[in-house]
């Protein structure tokens, strides 16, 4: 009887996890974490400091692309949206984000014409990047933190904003 009601416990924590939309995310996170390699990188801490966000303001207010756990520090300090973030319900748009950061450079200029995103925002010491970028080496969360984007994005300077990356989208 003990047995049973441990078995159905843990069977019932395990489905919950799959099915909660954070679920995949830590999921990825256990999979594609590298064993003693930290990710922050060179302002890794500053770059998501609203004070340092706040300057985003100074581009119009639009859609941006960013990675799941950045976003809410964006909607936050900034005037602008984001795709998804990590507490949002909506799987489709959270599966877009990871799919824009892990994926081809065709499949991620369609997440961003679909989404209207106007920008991509990226923190090189973000740690959902560095994860993203271990699960997919040839992917734009590995290249865009290098400088290295596709030709449909141009890079942006945003007055005062440090450690971040910007780009927009060249419809």
């Known amino acids: ?3 049973i009601s441990l078995l159905r416990v ?4 395990l489905a919950f996890m799959v099915l909660l939309p954070i679920g995949p995310v830590f ?20 770059c998501a400091a609203t004070a340092n966000i706040a300057h ?14 950045f976003s809410p520090e964006l909607i936050f300090a900034s005037h602008h949206s984001g795709v998804s973030a990590g507490y949002h319900r909506n799987v489709t748009s959270m599966d877009d984000t990871l799919r824009f950061f892990t994926g081809d450079d065709r499949s ?18 973000d740690g959902d990047l560095g994860i993203l970028a271990n699960a997919a080496p040839n992917g734009l969360a590995a290249r865009l933190p290098r400088g290295e984007a596709p030709l449909w994005l141009s890079p942006v300077a945003v007055p005062g904003l440090q450690y971040a990356r910007v780009y927009a989208v060249n419809r």
């Open 56 to 69: 985003m303001n100074a581009l119009p207010a639009s859609t941006v692309m960013t990675t799941l756990v």
């Open 108 to 125: 991620a200029h369609d997440i961003m014409l679909r989404h209207h995103a106007r920008y991509v925002l990226v923190c090189p010491g």
């Open 27 to 46: 999921l990825a996170l256990a999979l594609f974490a590298p064993a003693g390699k930290p990710h922050a990188g060179a302002g890794g801490n500053l």
């Open 1 to 3: 009887m003990i047995r």
């Open 10 to 13: 843990l069977l019932s924590t």
